[in-house]
């Protein structure tokens, strides 16, 4: 039920997390960081996490990585639960599983040369010998765009932000992973050289048949680079789709929101009110029901009693809300929403949403 | 709602080619560069422009196009190693070469500035009503108690509710949001006339920062001020201003209102901006359309058009001789000997 698998699809996931929760333990209180959530990347494809501060998204990338350990839930990589190992064997199943984050100086130790940051994986996992090691540089940072001969002796004060990026890219592709966790990898970098970058992802995806984790604040970037998005909010995730049809269609009032207050390019486009009021909520004290019914233009006593469920409305898009929005054109009024709805869940799922 | 204010905007760029509306900002040739380590960077290279009351300009770049320079030098917040020379005359009365404690009478009086990181900005230790309070008094020779009653009107100005309990809170206790809301409070407690919004929503959340940019417009509204946004995000000023300047390596390479420039843009630096910004409307795992390169190095700018060595319409004259930013049609200046043809009437 909670499954947000593409229905299409009968391969098994690459990584499957389910109900994972991640609290923090402050003098404040327990903060709800991640609250129980479920998704599936399978092979060859991007899974896009699009979230704003405080939705949990980096809190979840970490605790995919065990980086801290989660404190419930399963992350299943390849098949092996990776909350249920330890020590070595931990390492061994995390080595096709890397990470790209976001401020490439801060992940990038600046008293080390661009050929040792990118070997350290190498020597870490004892990987072939000194001469093996040095080819094996030298491929990488050739797949990401770097001359070995011109930035292999660097240092990282010595590059720009996009050339930092890339050699904390080719450090994640030295072991040949098979997914690449990536949170906000383009968000310190300028708009030409985000491009750049952006499509050197998509490329070593296409190359290396790498699936990607995408988490970032900026939906627009996360659909631009992704099969499917997820969005999360205060912990939860709200929406799950495929990303045009989440752009399109939007089942949440909070993806709704979050598409409305994107600026345009567009001198057509009017410029449009922002439909969401208010703050974020404490996540030490999340709302009761649904965490967004606090800023909700639709919230009613329900919203409050009972906390909706992820089910799936259309194919391989599901919402985790108790009186979704209808697609434009469909008219925007409720009956028809509802209406939607309960056919395509009978006729996709065979659940009846009460 | 938005506020409704485009409306009185829609006059200024089209008489712009005739005798103006009065400028209250008005920058003539300014220049700014640093020396040191015998080299000489030039940040800021010959840039004008002019700001109305009532109207948004946005000035937009990468990193180092001089965007934040410009504006800093204006408001006398340069480090002593940068020679300043042009003109920048605030409701006449000229603000280059002014001694930093003549300037100070104008700093946050007549222009305010807001900058991108408040926490940075904001004293920790101190409940922000008292920080707010204190602006008052620096610019008014109010009463304590009168400064606090301003204090908390400015909290109410920027639409934080509860003023009266929130005076009493420290920075840790709001959101990024908010903060920039105090910020915003802090600025405005001189009433300036130009605020000046320096990537002030750049470090917040997508609706967050809609928030805040409708909140400027509508106390630029309010308040009759002239508001400039410096901003590396050419999607946010094509939404929020009325008028945009484009920099690049330190000169204005495009200048048009915010509907033409993203009509009819002419300059290849702009369209590339434009193009290589990830819209909803594409297509998922589209390329985008990129180009290569770096900005030049600012203390050795290639001959010509400082663009020639990335731009993809470069011929031979680019390279020769450096292209004057020119009025080509009423309202849109451009600094480009081929520019982008695309935008046909």
Redesign the interface.
């Known amino acids: 039920m909670t499954s947000t698998a593409p229905s299409e699809t009968a391969s098994t996931p690459l990584l499957a997390v389910r109900d994972l929760v991640h609290q923090f333990h402050t003098t404040a209180g327990v903060v709800q960081a991640v609250s129980g959530v479920s998704f599936d990347v399978y092979p060859g494809e991007t899974l896009g996490v699009v979230g ?2 405080g939705s949990g998204k980096s809190t979840l990338a970490r605790s995919v990585l065990q980086a801290p350990r989660p404190t419930s839930g399963s992350v299943l990589f390849r098949g092996t639960d990776l909350a249920r190992l330890r020590g070595t064997r931990l390492l061994a199943a995390r080595r096709h599983l890397q990470m790209v984050f976001q401020d490439p100086f801060g992940s990038l130790d600046p008293k080390w040369t661009v050929r040792a940051l990118v070997s350290e994986p190498l020597i870490a996992y004892r990987t072939g010998d000194r001469g093996a090691r040095r080819q094996r540089v030298d491929e990488v940072l050739e797949l990401v765009g770097l001359d070995p001969s011109a930035h292999g002796g660097r240092h990282p004060r010595e590059l ?1 932000g996009g050339q930092a990026q890339r050699v904390a890219i080719a450090r994640a592709l030295a072991l040949s992973p098979s997914l690449i966790v990536c949170d906000e990898p383009v968000s310190s970098l ?7 970058v ?2 050197l992802f ?1 490329r070593l995806r296409a190359e290396l048949s790498l699936s990607y984790l995408f988490i970032a ?5 996360v ?5 499917r998005v997820a969005v999360m909010y205060l912990g939860k995730l709200c929406e799950v789709g495929p ?2 049809l989440v ?1 399109r269609e939007p089942l949440h009032p909070y993806t709704r ?11 057509a486009a ?5 439909t ?2 208010g ?2 909520p404490s996540p030490i004290h999340p709302p009761s029901g649904c965490r967004f019914r606090t800023r909700c233009p639709r919230a009613a006593e329900r919203c409050a009693a009972e906390e909706p469920q992820m089910r799936e409305l259309a194919a391989g898009h599901s919402v985790a809300c108790h009186f979704p929005l209808a697609a434009p054109g469909a008219g925007t009024d409720e009956a028809v929403a509802v209406a939607r709805t309960t056919a395509r869940s009978e006729e996709k799922v065979g659940e009846t949403p009460r | ?2 506020s409704g204010n ?1 409306g009185p905007y829609e006059r200024a760029p089209d008489e712009r080619a005739g005798p103006v509306s009065e400028s209250l900002l008005e920058v003539q040739d300014l220049k700014v560069t640093f020396t040191g380590g015998g080299r000489t960077l030039r940040a800021v290279d010959g840039v004008s422009y002019s700001a109305y009351a009532g109207q948004t300009l946005a000035i937009v770049g ?2 180092g196009s001089g965007k934040t320079v410009s504006c800093r030098a204006i408001m006398g917040l340069l480090p002593p190693t940068a020679t300043i020379t042009g003109s920048a005359r605030f409701a006449g009365a000229q603000l280059i070469g002014l001694t930093d404690d003549q300037l100070r009478r104008h700093r946050g009086a007549d222009v305010a500035m807001v900058f991108q990181d408040p926490t940075r900005s904001l004293n920790p230790t101190m409940r922000i009503g008292p920080q707010i309070a204190e602006a008052v008094r620096t610019h008014r020779p109010v009463s304590k108690r009168q400064a606090r009653q301003e204090a908390v009107d400015l909290l109410r100005l920027v639409r934080i509710p509860l003023a009266e309990r929130r005076y009493l809170e420290y920075p840790h206790q709001l ?4 903060r920039q809301r105090v910020m915003i409070a802090i600025a405005l407690a001189g009433r300036p006339r130009l605020l000046i919004a320096d990537e002030a929503t750049t470090a917040l ?7 805040i ?2 909140l400027l417009l509508e106390l630029q509204s309010e308040l009759d001020m002239a508001l400039m946004l410096i901003s ?5 000023a ?3 201003a009325d008028e945009v300047i484009v920099m690049y390596a330190g000169k204005i390479v495009e200048h048009a209102p ?3 420039l ?2 009819r843009v002419r300059m290849p630096y702009t369209q ?3 193009e ?5 409307e ?10 290569g390169g ?1 900005p030049p190095d600012l203390s050795a700018l290639p001959a010509g058009c400082s663009f020639a060595p990335r731009c993809r319409c470069a011929a031979d004259d680019c390279r020769a001789a450096e292209p004057p930013l020119t009025e080509h049609e009423p309202g849109h200046r451009w600094a480009c000997w081929h520019p982008v043809e695309g935008g046909a009437a």
């Open positions: 704003e501060t720009s300028d708009v030409l050289i985000q491009a750049q952006l499509n998509e604040h900026d939906l627009a970037l659909k631009q680079v992704s099969d990303g045009d752009y929101a979050l598409l409305d207050s994107i600026p345009s390019t567009d001198p009017a410029r449009r009110a922002t969401i009021r703050e974020l | 709602m938005p485009a990468e990193s959101s990024g949001g908010m959340d997508v609706t967050t920062q809609a928030q940019m409708e590396h995000d050419l999607a946010l094509a939404s929020y915010a509907s033409r993203f009509s590339a901006l434009l290589a910004i990830p819209r909803l594409r297509p998922a795992h589209s390329p985008l359309p990129v180009i770096r």
